[in-house]
């Protein structure tokens, strides 16, 4: 599609989604009213900035369905966020929800090239957690052999994933590492996998943890990003190119913002995501703030593909630390330790308070073939990962180097931080 017909179409679905909520939903009606708006006030994707932010706060405020715009007989799943930063906020879908939510799923694994031919291993959690069966109708939709292994079966899953000559997986990055290590506890290695693609998300990654995978795996990983509250995985995916995440963009009208003053930024400017949902009906949301921060990338990508991308999220805005004033994302603790090959993908971020000082421990598990008893190499080793965090971060952190398998690892998505300053 081109730009001015993408445009058009977001405009018409914009106004008609506005217009739902308004006479659906009185909180909408009331925010809308006190801005003075009506429906007919919105009429192109430029007239978006009128419109109210929601925040997830909004959706607690109104837990659990006082933002459903659809009668309740027209809902046919629930799904609850997983509630990594404070209580689950819960989605209704309508089954025209559900047609869309598997036709873009569809679009991701389309991206990455699965076809019918393929025999797929769905490795996110299913249940209330959208990831699992958001990609599995998807899969089942492309034609493809879906395998539901979920979480929590690591031994099963490998060995479906040899015996079933399994050849695409999702599931969250680090889960797709811990695999990797359950592969050499059990005498496996990659080539008695024939694993082709990969798709991961649901937590934030890097560039290099992508090699990390790719190598130890032997397949293409490619990123998959979604959230609940706007539809589940599937609202954007990477193509061959591996250079942003399209967006489908005619079913989630995405915006970026200053998180403080919250202006719209222009394209290529690092601020927070805002999502409007041009399509849905169970729960229609207008400007949700993600709290996901990227960039968002103008033009045709060499895919062919003309919807716009988004850079990798670089955290979500609630994730960064501050830390004696200044801001620490994980995702830059990470890229340091992925470029060191003597220590696992395996950390742990300790923020504490001591004398009114704020205290940053990064714990880090040494790979096996580097771990060795002589106090003098471990300290070493120990100095060249503090000179380097510091270098990146512009602050110290104490570095505490961990056995191999002693930091706790996770089948969802992965906790690495521990701020301590919160008890007092
Ligand atoms: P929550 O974790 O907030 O309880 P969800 O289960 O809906 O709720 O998770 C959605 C969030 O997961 C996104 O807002 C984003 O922070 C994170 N996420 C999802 N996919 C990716 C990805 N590919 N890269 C980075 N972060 C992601
Ligand atoms: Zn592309």
Known sequence: MSRDEMTALQGERLHKTVETVYHNVPFYRHRMQELDLTPDDIRT?????????????????????????????????????????????VVGYTRRDLEIWKEVAARCLTAYGV?????????????????????????????????????????????????????????????????????????MTRDD????????????????????????????????????????????????????????EDHFYPEIIDP?????????????????????????????????????????CECGRTNVRMTRILGRSDDMLIIRGINVFPSQVESVILDMPEFEPVYMLVVDRVNNLDTLQVQVEVRKDFFCDEVGMMLQLRKRLADKLKSI?????????????????SEGKSVRIHDKRKLY
């Open 260 to 300: 403080d003053t919250l202006q719209p930024l222009g394209a290529g400017k690092t601020g927070e995501l805002v999502f409007t949902t041009l399509t849905k009906t169970g729960m229609p949301l207008l400007r949700y703030r993600t709290k996901d921060l990227t960039s968002l990338i103008d033009g045709e």
């Open 393 to 409: 971060l512009s602050i110290s952190a104490d570095v505490k180097l961990m056995e191999p398998n002693s930091i706790p690892r």
């Open 115 to 187: 076809t019918k031919d393929d025999v797929f291993s769905v490795g996110y959690g299913y249940g209330l957690f959208t990831g699992g069966l958001g990609v599995h109708y998807g899969v089942e939709y492309i034609g493809a052999s879906a395998v539901p292994t979920s979480t929590g079966n690591t031994e099963k899953h490998l060995r479906l994933l040899r015996d079933l000559k399994v050849t695409g997986i999702a599931c969250t990055p680090s889960y797709a590492l811990y695999l990797a290590e359950a592969m050499d506890k059990y005498g």
């Open 45 to 89: 994707v430029e007239d978006i900035v009128k419109l109210p932010f929601t925040t997830k706060q909004d959706l607690r405020d109104n837990y659990p369905t006082g933002l459903q715009s659809a009668a309740q007989s027209e809902i046919v799943r629930y799904h609850a966020s997983s509630g990594t930063t404070g209580n689950p906020t």
């Open 193 to 248: 996998i024939c694993l082709k693609v990969g798709a991961f998300g649901a937590e934030p990654w890097t560039e290099n943890m992508r090699k990390e995978i790719e190598g130890r795996l032997g397949l293409q990983a490619y990123n998959i990003y979604g959230l609940s509250e706007i539809m589940g995985p599937g609202v954007s995916y990477e193509c061959e190119c591996k250079h942003g995440s399209h967006i489908s």
